[in-house]
């Protein structure tokens, strides 16, 4: 079975630009959360989306935006890129809401701002 | 804020020797924990769970422990393979979602 897939795998972009990042979930799953992780540090939550809409975020400016289609499959959109925003983007998914739902990742999509 | 932390950045262990990991957590309201493995250049591979209303869960090779009193986690390996290096997290979850809080995590090094 197909895991989480995310793409690109590597990008690069300068400050300024904006970025369209995708995943396609675990076939069969309808969460989707998006994590932000900086080289030596764990994953920081970003967004969660079920069913299409937006059910959790963190702590990241109005830059960051996400959606989810009828697939399932997200994207993640980030605007106006500052150097702080290289970082290993995740993608996890999970079966649906809710308590003790596995949350499997995807293998990241390496951003780089110059 | 709340916070999950890990008592020892690095871990170094023989390869054949058990390997334990610990983890801190500090929000009394998590009730489930994941353990997860990542190798570099990867992302996180999910390696245990367990909820918050047991003490002790047991998979293949793995053992995680939940201590609430203290609000602790442990991950024991047995029989560490050289497979077995990376880094690893543990992630909590406090009853709102799929939304986790990850430590800074802990390089396990399997030495041959």
């Known amino acids: 079975d197909a895991g989480v897939t995310q793409s690109p795998t590597h990008l690069i972009k300068t400050r300024g630009q904006q970025v369209t990042l995708r995943c396609s979930p675990i076939s069969g799953h309808k969460s989707v959360s998006w994590y932000q992780q900086v080289l030596g540090q764990g994953p920081q939550f970003i967004f969660q989306y079920y069913e299409k809409e937006e059910r959790g975020r963190g702590n990241f400016p109005d830059r960051f935006s996400a959606r989810q289609f009828p697939n399932y499959s997200s994207e993640l959109n980030v605007n106006a890129l500052l150097l702080g925003d290289s970082a290993l983007y995740l993608c996890?998914?999970?079966?649906?809401?809710?308590?003790?739902?596995?949350?499997?990742f995807g293998p990241g999509t390496r951003l780089t701002v110059l | 804020g709340e916070s999950v932390g890990l008592h020892l950045p690095t871990l170094s262990v023989q390869e054949g020797d058990n390997s334990i990991i610990n983890c801190a957590y500090s929000?009394?309201?998590?009730?489930?924990f994941i353990w997860y493995k990542q190798e570099s250049g990867k992302g996180p591979q999910f390696i245990i769970d367990i909820r918050s209303n047991m003490d002790k869960r047991q998979g293949q090779r793995v053992t995680v422990l939940l201590n609430k009193t203290v609000k602790h986690l442990s991950l024991q390996i047995a029989a560490t393979q050289p497979g077995d290096s990376a880094v690893y997290f543990c992630?909590?979850?406090?009853?709102?979602?799929?939304?986790?809080?990850f430590g800074t995590g802990t390089s396990l090094t399997v030495i041959p």
């Open positions: 992630a909590e979850n406090i009853n709102t979602g799929n939304q986790f809080y």
């Open positions: 996890a998914s999970s079966p649906g809401m809710g308590d003790y739902n596995e949350q499997f």
């Open positions: 929000n009394s309201a998590s009730d489930y």
